[in-house]
């Protein structure tokens, strides 16, 4: 069972998040905060397994909360829930130590997955991630993208890891041998100068092969 608390200032948010979540058998809305400050102090109280933080509340914040809270407890997750156009940029989140990114306009399916994959302690970012793929920066079009040396099938497995499949999803999908993805996986690390696959999602954000809403 995943543990969630919701965070975000608008109740009607909130309230949408929350009628979803109690839908699944597997997941348990404990309960919800308005402000950067209460998320802290419930987090506190309540040790939830995940947090889903809007980023601009009044207070602190969402960046602050997740940081103040992941510095306290390493072991709860955060997945940054947000709609705005203006959002701090992907590295920030990072260091925050946020493991998942959705905008409130995804699907309810997308949403579940989303909680549990990064309860699972694996990245998660939205489906906008292969939607808004820029082609100019894909075929290398920018002579300072990272993403230049990497071959077509990089690529593929790259996108794939940033939905938060696992080698054996992707080895399916792809139809590659798990030890043939796993090699993929640390050429990817090694070119992209990375350690974890949170730090490959966002460097495709970071990059701008991610649009970030």
């Known amino acids: 069972m ?15 998040l929350r009628r979803i979540l109690e839908e699944a058998e597997d997941i348990e809305v404990l309960a919800e905060a308005e402000s950067g400050e209460e998320a802290v102090r419930l987090a506190a109280e309540l040790e939830p397994d995940l947090l889903l933080m809007d980023i601009s509340m009044p207070g602190i914040g969402g960046i602050e909360a997740t940081r103040t809270i992941r510095r306290r407890d390493p072991n709860v997750q955060v997945v ?13 989140l990072l260091d925050a130590g ?12 997308e949403l579940l997955l989303a909680v549990r994959t990064v309860a699972e302690g694996r990245p998660f ?10 082609l100019s920066r894909i075929s290398g ?10 071959s077509k099938r990089e690529m ?3 996108m794939l890891i940033i ?20 090699t993929y996986r640390h050429r990817l690390y090694e070119k992209l100068q990375v350690e974890t696959d949170v730090g490959l999602a966002f460097v495709a954000m970071r990059h701008g092969l991610v649009q970030v809403a």
């Open 98 to 109: 946020a493991l998942g990114y959705l905008t409130k306009g995804c699907p309810a399916g």
């Open 125 to 134: 970012v939205s489906s906008i991630v292969s939607e808004k793929l820029t």
């Open 163 to 182: 939905q938060g499949m696992k080698n054996a999803d992707i080895s399916d999908s792809l139809f590659l041998s798990p030890k043939t993805v796993s």
């Open 2 to 16: 995943v543990k969630v608390l919701i965070v975000d200032d608008h109740e009607l948010v909130r309230a949408g």
């Open 141 to 150: 079009t920018d002579p300072e993208s990272p993403f230049n040396s990497l």
């Open 156 to 158: 593929q497995v790259l």
């Open 80 to 92: 940054v829930v947000t709609v705005h156009s203006d959002a701090p940029f992907p590295d920030q």
